[in-house]
């Protein structure tokens, strides 16, 4: 009896190193297929939030502090959450010169959910990040590509524990769509800063994939 009452435990205990040792690690394929004037989604996860920036504010935000850049054109803000379950991957969405790489730390990281949020985030139902405190504050890391169109910034929000963080650009690359731009050991919210030339094509609660879901196209 004492071994089976024990067997969930094992059970689930099994799961979450797997979970955190090695599924968490995985490098799924992805064959980048970009037309002209496309943003592909830099991360795999859940669409959060969708706002437009106007005189770099998004809904009361200022939009240059929370992406760390001096300063945010007017366009568009896409927020996508990162969970425990996604690849942790990280992809240039767009081509372009990669124009500069910088990192902000926090004094103190907070939980980008808190308990409730986190549970309806694994029941399928999505929270809007934007005013959290942990998507204001927390640790990050910006890239700012530029393009054509303007400037394409992604800036990696650590989840509340620090921001483990590897990335693979510098500034003075060329970015290419689809490659690959960094890897987010534990997750996070990743924030897509486009320009008003780009029209966001994914809505709130939507599952996207990394370097193979258009996130916007450009109005022609």
Known sequence: MRVRSFLPLVVAGAALWYVR???RFRDPVRLPRVGPGEVLSP????VSFVRR?????ADGVNVAGLLNVPEAADGWLIGILVGPLDAHYVYQPVAGQVARVTHRAAPVNVPLLGAGAAAGFLAGRVSDLLGARGTLENDRLTSVTVTPFGDVTVTLVAPGAGLRVTAYQQAGDAGRAGFKAAFLEEGGLVLLHLPAAFTPVVGVGERVLGAHTVAARADN
């Open 21 to 23: 040792s090695v599924y």
């Open 43 to 46: 991360a795999d996860g859940t």
């Open 53 to 57: 920036v106007q005189g770099a504010q």
